[in-house]
């Protein structure tokens, strides 16, 4: 069946620093692949998505590329900022199923 | 313009007791979606409801559960009786054509003492 794996948190950073969280997935066929974002007592927003091999999908200084051939949609950012700690969660799609990782917690410090 | 709307936010309730989560989704969308969040299993689909009809149901845990929707801007979701390892955060999702993207409430947070 399908299933996302991403890395374990927590991860602590300083402003400005970069981020990367890692993400790979195993799924048949070629699903669509999500980053939602979940802030503290909220609930999920969508941070952003690609749809097919080589896509990257990108929003609020937050980028993520569709990679096949490892199978993996790693999101990072280059330099982020107090109000992005949150807990970030890859999802695959299949029809209407959203495959979700466990979920990594972001903080980062002034 | 609103987003998915669920209520209580909060719900603390007693061992046996029923309880009511109530969900409206974005105007316009035909999919609806009950997930449950929790420390142990993470995300977790419970129902899918597709132009109001139980499309998916297999995620629901056991009779004690059940969801309805009788139109298209209302769902709930019910646990009678309510158990202790019910305690999670139950969040409402719809969507609408592109149903790979689903816009998410703010959850309820249920408490069951």
């Known amino acids: 069946g399908n299933s996302v794996t991403q890395m374990e948190g927590p991860v602590t950073l300083s402003e400005e620093a970069f981020l990367t969280i890692n993400c790979t997935y195993t799924a048949t066929g070629y699903p669509s692949l999500f980053w939602y974002v979940q802030y503290p007592g909220e609930g999920l927003q969508l941070l952003l998505k690609a749809t097919k091999a080589d896509d990257k999908g990108s929003n609020k200084g937050f980028e993520a590329t569709y990679r096949k051939e490892t199978t993996s949609f790693h999101l990072e950012k280059g330099s982020v900022q107090v109000s992005d700690s949150a807990v970030y969660f890859c999802?695959?799609?299949?029809?209407?199923?959203?495959?979700f990782g466990a979920g990594t917690t972001v903080t980062v410090r002034a | 313009d609103a987003g998915v709307i669920q209520s209580p936010r909060h719900e603390v309730t007693e061992m046996g007791q029923e309880v009511t989560l109530r969900c409206k989704p974005i105007?316009?969308?035909?999919?609806l979606f009950w997930y449950r969040q929790t420390m142990m299993r993470g995300l977790e689909l419970l129902i899918y409801?597709?132009?109001?009809?139980?499309?998916?149901d297999s995620g629901m845990p056991e009779d004690r559960f059940s969801a309805k929707m009788p139109n298209a801007s209302f769902s709930t979701l019910k646990i009678q009786p309510s158990e202790p390892r019910d305690s999670a955060v139950y969040f409402c999702?719809?969507?609408?054509?592109?149903?790979?993207?689903?816009?998410f409430g703010p959850g309820t947070r249920l408490l069951v003492l």
């Open positions: 105007s316009g969308h035909n999919s």
């Open positions: 409801f597709n132009n109001n009809v139980p499309i998916d």
């Open positions: 999702a719809s969507s609408f054509r592109d149903q790979e993207t689903q816009y």
């Open positions: 999802a695959l799609s299949d029809d209407y199923k959203l495959s």
